[in-house]
């Protein structure tokens, strides 16, 4: 494969369950499943089974990141047991792997935390409710994306001042949504599961109506800003009659002459060709005017990414695309290598079976060696703010669960997942107590990153 080779890989797609199976071998199947991985054991953390230290892992993955970048992701993450949660989805992924799991395999998000369900704007411009990121993605046990979220909202919560009465309850909502969600999913046909998906106005209708007014004005404005003009706006300006993206370091800086006309001339015209046929042709209405590096995220600083901006032919039609570097799932280590030899094809074969609707322009290519892949910048995406959250995280943790539910009955056997889930809400309150223990876990681990910090074995910068 080399670095502009718009053929990388799409193999056949392998089920991730028997798709010969009986209605009644598919229940049996997942009531199996609570042998090898009781719903009562699921409670469980035990920090001495460890197979790993958590800062070794988190120094580990800085092999493939940008240098004078990882100290950037350092700082993000210390900053609280929250952002912490936030980039140590490798140290969760070893700590799940070290317990036993149902084998009930889906597509996994890799990285179901509470932040990363979100709003944006399907290709028939209605704002949906879904996953957002798939970097990490892998078919796994399906339990892993829930006690990714699980532990999550007790981090958030802990966050946010939130008492702990109601980040347990926040949890035991989520997770019997998920599992009253895959009990309908198991009962539903094929294709009604496949155009199900929750709109912004049926996410409204989780919360109360005293909360309803500020989240639609939130989600208004939102919607109204974050787009590309928006983004034109606030992030470039013209500079000799050209747009130009403004620098900001070390969060945007400028590259080379010789990167961006690699990158425009060679990796746009690979990625180009995974994109659909139709999406071509609006693809190549669009200019390339200017590119830099990117700072993100929290777990994803120091991975090579780059803001590009391109113009359409009217010259006030903006467009921002962001090509993100792509490493191994943090999963794999743990699951085995991706079927897909290019990690961008992996994290769009992954988030065109998980979402509802997927944005037009995501595609993927290779550059200098390493894998990216391509999305919309902005495009109406809309992230709720963890303090916003606060009042209204048990109202939230339920869009949650129905919606992690339905991304995985997408690609897994929701009949075997509802089987081993039961009728009762064993499962939740396992994943209560395990949610606890975690977040427990979660901060000591950040506790041990800031002394490492104090301590100067491990370089930090402000994250923000």
């Known amino acids: 494969m080399t670095d502009t080779d718009p053929t990388t890989t799409s193999p056949a797609t392998v089920p991730l369950h028997d798709l010969r199976e009986t209605i ?55 900053a609280s047991p929250w952002t912490y949660y936030r980039g140590a989805a490798a140290v969760m992924a070893a700590d799940l792997a070290s317990r036993p799991h149902s084998g009930l395999r889906v597509q996994l998000c890799g990285d179901a935390h509470v932040l990363n369900f979100g709003l944006w ?105 974050r787009t590309h003009r928006g983004a034109f706006a606030k992030l470039a300006t013209m500079v000799d009659g050209q747009p130009r993206i403004d620098e900001a370091p070390p969060i945007r800086v400028t590259i080379d002459d010789d ?56 010259g006030d039609d903006p467009l921002f695309l962001q090509i993100k570097q792509a490493g191994p799932s ?20 992954g988030k065109r079976a998980l979402q509802s609707a997927t944005d037009i322009f995501v595609g993927w290519g290779s550059f200098q060696g390493r894998d990216y892949y391509v999305r919309q910048f902005r495009d109406m995406k809309i992230i709720l703010d963890i303090e916003l959250l606060a009042p209204i995280l048990v109202e939230f943790a339920a869009a949650c669960g ?3 539910a339905r991304a995985h009955a997408r690609t897994g056997d929701a009949v075997a997942i509802s089987a081993y889930l039961g009728k009762g809400s064993q499962f939740a309150t396992a994943l209560r107590d395990f949610a606890r223990l975690y977040a427990d876990q979660n901060e000591r681990d950040h506790t041990q990153l ?7 074995t491990v370089e930090s910068a402000p994250g923000w």
């Open 24 to 78: 009644e071998e598919r229940r049996a199947t997942g009531q199996a499943a609570r042998k090898q991985a009781p719903r009562s054991a699921q409670a469980h953390w035990d920090e001495t089974a460890r197979g790993h230290d958590a800062l070794d892992t988190i120094v580990a993955q800085n092999a493939i990141r940008v240098p004078d970048l990882v100290p950037i992701r350092h700082g993000r993450m210390v």
């Open 121 to 225: 704007a399907t290709p028939e411009r209605n704002l949906l409710f879904d996953l957002r990121d798939f970097d990490e993605t892998l078919p796994g046990p399906f339990e892993w994306d829930v006690q990714r979220l699980a532990a999550s909202l007790v981090v958030a919560a802990r966050e946010d001042g939130v008492k702990a009465a109601t980040a347990d309850e926040a949890v035991v909502t989520a997770v019997e949504a998920y599992r009253n969600q895959m009990a309908r999913y198991a009962t539903m046909t094929e294709l009604d599961l496949w155009y199900d998906g929750t709109y912004v106005d049926s996410l409204i209708e989780y919360f109360a109506p005293a909360d309803r007014g500020q989240l639609l004005v939130h989600i208004e404005k939102g919607s109204k800003r």
């Open 259 to 314: 990167e961006q006309d690699a990158l425009t001339d060679q990796f746009l015209a690979g990625y180009r060709m995974t994109l659909q046929e139709d999406r071509r042709h609006l693809f190549d209405r669009f200019t390339p005017v200017d590119l830099v590096r990117q700072v993100v995220g929290v777990g994803s600083v120091g991975m090579r990414v780059y803001l590009a901006l391109l113009e359409g032919r009217s």
């Open 330 to 349: 943090v999963y794999e280590s743990h699951l085995g290598p991706s079927q897909h030899d290019n990690h961008g094809a992996r994290v769009i074969a």
């Open 402 to 404: 129905e919606t992690l």
């Open 450 to 456: 800031q002394r490492a910090i104090a301590a100067g």
